[in-house]
């Protein structure tokens, strides 16, 4: 374990700890090295408190991702095809990361979770809020041996994934903005940002990030740029682990891929439709260089979705659409 880590894992439970006491628990360093420490993790944006007799401590504890603890939540059904879990306790976008490894021969199924990103990436160029320990930030690898013109409706099948990971929870009134956006009371509650990776076989990867709003610290809020929620706020602070979280998504991501390969979007679009928040609603579609106007009409056997306007019903599809519900 690294030396920010054991630090962090010392300071997780939200009490004093002497500087003294920190130096001999890390093996004797020395009490600069501490504090050059506590200034590292300060840096992540973590809140912490240092008072001269008392020692540091953290604003609020924090509950560290732990690779064990996620292997052992795992569903028995997804366990299989989950090739291996990295955490990071620092990176600049877990996606960015995935798709880079994605070049070795790192295996689909491979998931890679950060504490914190400094550049977090969202959809159509936005960034992605990712404060240090408080909200998920997860990769996941998958190697299809489809083509890539056959997977259009998975990213509407990721949103199912979600829906089913947050529903069993307990949470109600959420729903699915086209393609995959979760939101509570229309508010953003967790997004997902699918990208695609070739390869020289005609086969591809995609990498598959999900971002979900745990427990979003004050000190982050303002950096957000759209209404948005945290399951903390939805169903309270005590019922949620993020270890926990983040071995029901998981599995219930792997477990969407492993049915998507073999069924595709079909075995998806009835429950997407169940939770559809836009459904003959008026919304207008953000195209590249326009906008268009009408009402949505649910999706097609693709995950297109279908807006009707004076001109008939015509299907939409591709990542950098995005919709507005209007009502
Ligand atoms: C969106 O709704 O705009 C998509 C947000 C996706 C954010 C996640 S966080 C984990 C992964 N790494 C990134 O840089 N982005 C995705």
Redesign the pocket.
């Known amino acids: 374990m690294g030396q920010e880590r054991q630090l962090l894992t010392l300071l997780s439970d939200g009490r004093f700890h002497s500087g003294e006491v920190l130096a001999a628990q890390l093996g004797g360093v020395s009490r600069a090295a501490i504090w050059k420490g506590i200034r590292l993790l300060e840096t992540f944006g973590l809140e912490i408190h240092a008072v001269r007799g008392r020692g540091y401590r953290l604003a609020e504890p924090l509950e560290l991702l732990a690779v064990e603890r996620i292997q052992a939540a795992l569903t028995a059904a997804a366990r299989p095809w989950v090739a291996g879990i990295e955490i990071h306790e620092r990176l600049?976008?877990?996606?960015?990361y995935l798709l880079n490894r994605a070049k070795d021969d790192l295996p689909g199924g491979w998931v890679c979770l950060?504490e914190y990103?400094s550049?977090?990436?969202?959809?159509?160029g936005?960034s992605?809020v990712?404060p240090f320990g408080a909200n998920?930030?997860?990769?996941l690898l998958w190697r299809f041996s489809l083509e890539a013109t056959l997977l259009s409706g998975l990213s509407l099948a990721v949103g199912v994934a979600l829906m089913r990971t947050l529903t069993a929870l307990g949470t109600s009134e959420l729903g699915l903005k086209w393609p995959?956006?979760v939101l509570w009371r229309r508010r953003?509650l967790?997004?997902?940002?699918l990208e695609f990776g070739g390869e020289s076989s005609g086969l591809c990867h995609i990498v598959a990030?999900?971002?979900l709003n745990v427990a979003m610290p004050r000190y982050a809020e303002p950096a957000i740029d759209q209404p948005w929620i945290d399951l903390r706020s939805i169903i309270g602070s005590e019922r949620l682990s993020r270890n926990h979280l983040a071995a029901r998504l998981i599995s219930e991501l792997v477990t969407a891929f492993v049915q998507f390969e073999q069924a595709g979007f079909a075995a998806f679009r009835e429950e997407w439709s169940c939770y559809d928040l836009a459904q003959d609603q008026p919304v207008t579609l953000q195209l590249p260089t326009t906008t268009c106007s009408g009402i949505a009409r649910g999706v097609d056997e693709a995950g297109a979705l279908l807006l009707e306007t004076e001109a008939g019903i015509r299907p939409f599809l591709g990542g950098e659409i995005s919709l507005r519900l209007e009502s």
Do not use: C, M
């Open positions: 600049d976008s877990t996606n960015s950060a990103q550049a977090g990436r969202g959809r159509r936005r992605w990712s998920l930030y997860l990769s995959n956006d953003k967790a997004g997902v940002l990030g999900i971002g």
